[in-house]
């Protein structure tokens, strides 16, 4: 059972839907979850509004603080659709675990996010690339800075609606120095903590007119891992070549997609440690195709060039770009305009 206390009033008639700016933007309603006596609460959908903190929650002083990245999206006949929701459930609960935070309850999950829907519908607009970004994320929340886990936590979602995502040109710079994550560590998982530590040298390769960074393994920086927030794919000649997922690489649900995607296009692929070196050689003999990443805000987005140390390599604009023919069939598999042989679509009912 959930606790629904809604909101005296909307903020609809006050958002300019034609001049979104991604994540600035929240919906009326939020969902709240709390942790405490060993044991989740009963969830409660209630105005979203601000949080009421001790300085001394644990969030604050040892992260304890996992996401997740969704979105939920309206067809023409006003069904609303998700995109592999369970990945992100099972998912945020492996991130829990390597943080020692509470598995969440799925039964929960699934029934306060689908009444937080229904609630907040009138936020999904139709259209193809519009949608509602949705941010289940929790934290550790009680008081206290003995460095040991917390025994309270709070799992939230809160809602935001998004237009189609365009980043303009994607320049990306190789790493050299920075890595992402180490052997053991908590790349895998989506922590907080994971995002913080990137800003610095993504700031440092905006200083040089890239706007992300392809991380390299923390050993040897001769082998490419992922940018700092979308998993990455390269063409070579026809083939597809994307890195392993492992303790340092995050299994991302757009990811695991396009690999499907590409064994029903006949696509050949293939997910092996791909190095530095071999990607430079490929574009210097003219053999490498099309980068591009994957994730839940852009879906596909193209990346132009990329720097490695004091050279730069621009890539050709493909005709039959592998790109754009991934994030249409991606696409119209969530606004519900093709077939989806694979289960994906989840409708909220």
Known sequence: MIDIQRAPKSKLSETNFDNLVFGQVFSDHMMECDYKNGKWQTPVIKPYGPLSLEPSARVFHYGQAVFEGMKAYKDENDKIWLFRPDENFNRINRSSKRLAIPEFPKEYFFEALEELLKIDKAWIKKGFGNSLYLRPFVIATEAGVSASPA???????????????????????FSEKYSRAADGGVGFAKAAGNYGAQFYPTNLAKEEGYQQIIWTDANTHDYLEEAGTMNIFFRIGDKLVTAPTNDRILDGVTRKSVLSLAEE???????????????IEAAEKGELKEMFGSGTATVINPIVGFGYKDHKFDLPNMEDSYARSFKDKLMKIQYNQAEDKFGWRYEVK
């Open 151 to 173: 025994n309270e936590y709070k799992f939230m979602i809160i809602c935001s609606p998004a237009q189609a995502y365009y980043s303009g040109e994607v320049r990306v710079k």
């Open 265 to 279: 296009f006949n696509i050949e692929t293939e997910v092996r440690r791909v190095s530095v070196q071999e990607i």
